[in-house]
């Protein structure tokens, strides 16, 4: 069941716990048991080992000789150094760059070349299953059993053109992993932060619609018969004067969305229009930092000409990578800051446009909470 803005997560809520809705609640406090995204599986073939930091956890990915992905806790059990400085030996096991202990895909120390050799038998670091899916290495960070099936979905990705997919993509920012799905789930401040590009101010008396589904929100908004905005006009040639924008968000718990957006003729169905999906993974690297991968794959392509296509593709990753580096992340970054430096608890004022934010954040307390009282 779909619900305009005048939104029962807004209306009913109250009075919420006091910096609710915009300043992270629970910073440092994530859902564990879920699938994360380490990194495009590129990234991690470049050299043998590789460091990311998810959820507070210091984590050395790498994969064996044999093609199975192993991630382990990069902070070797003896002196604590990291392991991602290490080497990785016969291809299957990491040797310490401190004092040389070797552990296997396990976690286990399974060489100590000192003395009698006797291996300690607190000498082992955690490991955590990994799986490659989606052109992605997806970690999963809880104690509970994993289940593949729980990857979020983002097949679109496998079965597109090359040529109508952007390069993989990403960046670091210096934010809580809320504060970007905040944004995210906001159709709203495209019209500001991105106006010309993805959105203008035009499209702010379009109603915006909300609805949960289980762990999922999502978020639409449709605005009839106005300028097309100017990252899609290029990839419809011949386009009329006024076109229906339409902008399908979808959070899907913890920390990844997936997104359609594109124009279409007024009145007609957005599914005969163009656009793209916009996949958007989130994962925090700290309570402070959020590693933010994302790329995107065009629908409803209008022409097959590969120059026409090429340069679409280019101009689509650009456009993007300018909006969520340049445009976003400024923002959401200072906005980061003002909570930092605040000397008080802070009480945001609730507009209709903060339904969507306010739908995910109370689905994800809810996760957080049954984590909590589980351990
Ligand atoms: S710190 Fe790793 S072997 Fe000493
Ligand atoms: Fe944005």
Same mark, same amino acid.
């Given at each position: 069941m779909q619900e305009s803005s005048r939104d029962p997560a807004l209306a009913d809520?109250?009075?919420? =716990? *006091?910096?609710s809705l915009t300043q992270p609640?629970?910073?440092?406090?994530?859902?564990?048991?879920a699938w994360y995204m380490a990194g495009w599986v590129d990234q991690f073939r470049q050299s043998p080992l590789t460091h990311r930091t998810l959820l507070d956890e210091p984590i050395v990915i790498y994969r064996t000789d044999a093609g199975v992905w192993v991630a382990l806790e990069d902070r070797c059990a003896h002196r604590f150094a990291p392991l991602s400085r290490g080497q990785l030996i016969d291809g299957c096991r990491v040797q310490c760059p401190y004092h040389g202990l070797q552990y296997d895909a396990t976690g286990?120390?399974?060489?100590?070349?000192?003395?009698?050799q006797r291996i300690p038998s607190r000498a082992r670091v955690r490991a955590w299953p990994v799986l490659e899916r989606h052109k992605a290495l997806w970690v999963w960070m809880g104690d509970e059993s994993p289940s =593949? *099936?729980?990857?979020?979905?983002?097949s679109v990705l496998d079965e597109a053109p090359e040529l109508h997919v952007t390069p993989s993509d990403g960046i670091l920012i210096r934010a809580n992993y809320q504060l970007v799905i905040d944004n995210l789930l906001d159709l709203s401040h495209t019209s500001f932060v991105h106006e010309g590009l993805l959105g203008n101010q035009g499209m702010t008396a379009s109603a915006i619609e909300c609805d949960t589904q289980g762990t999922e929100v999502t978020v639409n908004r449709h605005a009839s018969a106005v300028p097309p905005p100017g990252m899609f006009a290029p990839m419809w040639p011949g386009h009329p004067a006024l076109v229906d924008s339409f902008t399908h968000m979808r959070w899907m718990a913890p920390s990844t969305l997936r997104l359609m957006t594109g124009i279409c003729e007024p009145g007609a169905d957005p599914a005969s229009g163009t656009g793209y999906h916009g996949l958007h993974m989130l994962t925090p690297a700290t309570a402070g930092t959020t590693h933010y991968f994302f790329t995107a794959v065009r629908f409803g392509?209008?022409?097959?000409?590969p120059n026409f296509n090429s340069d679409m593709q280019t101009r689509i990753a650009r456009l993007r990578r300018f909006a969520f580096e340049e445009q976003d992340a400024p923002v959401i970054e200072s906005q980061q800051a003002v909570l930092d430096a605040a000397n008080r608890t802070l009480d945001p004022v609730l507009l209709e446009v903060d339904a969507g934010p306010a739908r995910y954040k109370r689905v994800l307390e809810q996760m957080i909470a049954r984590e909590a009282a589980t351990r």
């Amino acid at each position: 069941m779909q619900e305009s803005s005048r939104d029962p997560a807004l209306a009913d809520s109250p009075p919420r =716990p *006091a910096g609710s809705l915009t300043q992270p609640l629970t910073a440092g406090a994530f859902v564990r048991n879920a699938w994360y995204m380490a990194g495009w599986v590129d990234q991690f073939r470049q050299s043998p080992l590789t460091h990311r930091t998810l959820l507070d956890e210091p984590i050395v990915i790498y994969r064996t000789d044999a093609g199975v992905w192993v991630a382990l806790e990069d902070r070797c059990a003896h002196r604590f150094a990291p392991l991602s400085r290490g080497q990785l030996i016969d291809g299957c096991r990491v040797q310490c760059p401190y004092h040389g202990l070797q552990y296997d895909a396990t976690g286990a120390c399974v060489h100590n070349p000192h003395g009698s050799q006797r291996i300690p038998s607190r000498a082992r670091v955690r490991a955590w299953p990994v799986l490659e899916r989606h052109k992605a290495l997806w970690v999963w960070m809880g104690d509970e059993s994993p289940s =593949p *099936a729980q990857v979020p979905d983002f097949s679109v990705l496998d079965e597109a053109p090359e040529l109508h997919v952007t390069p993989s993509d990403g960046i670091l920012i210096r934010a809580n992993y809320q504060l970007v799905i905040d944004n995210l789930l906001d159709l709203s401040h495209t019209s500001f932060v991105h106006e010309g590009l993805l959105g203008n101010q035009g499209m702010t008396a379009s109603a915006i619609e909300c609805d949960t589904q289980g762990t999922e929100v999502t978020v639409n908004r449709h605005a009839s018969a106005v300028p097309p905005p100017g990252m899609f006009a290029p990839m419809w040639p011949g386009h009329p004067a006024l076109v229906d924008s339409f902008t399908h968000m979808r959070w899907m718990a913890p920390s990844t969305l997936r997104l359609m957006t594109g124009i279409c003729e007024p009145g007609a169905d957005p599914a005969s229009g163009t656009g793209y999906h916009g996949l958007h993974m989130l994962t925090p690297a700290t309570a402070g930092t959020t590693h933010y991968f994302f790329t995107a794959v065009r629908f409803g392509v209008r022409t097959p000409d590969p120059n026409f296509n090429s340069d679409m593709q280019t101009r689509i990753a650009r456009l993007r990578r300018f909006a969520f580096e340049e445009q976003d992340a400024p923002v959401i970054e200072s906005q980061q800051a003002v909570l930092d430096a605040a000397n008080r608890t802070l009480d945001p004022v609730l507009l209709e446009v903060d339904a969507g934010p306010a739908r995910y954040k109370r689905v994800l307390e809810q996760m957080i909470a049954r984590e909590a009282a589980t351990r």
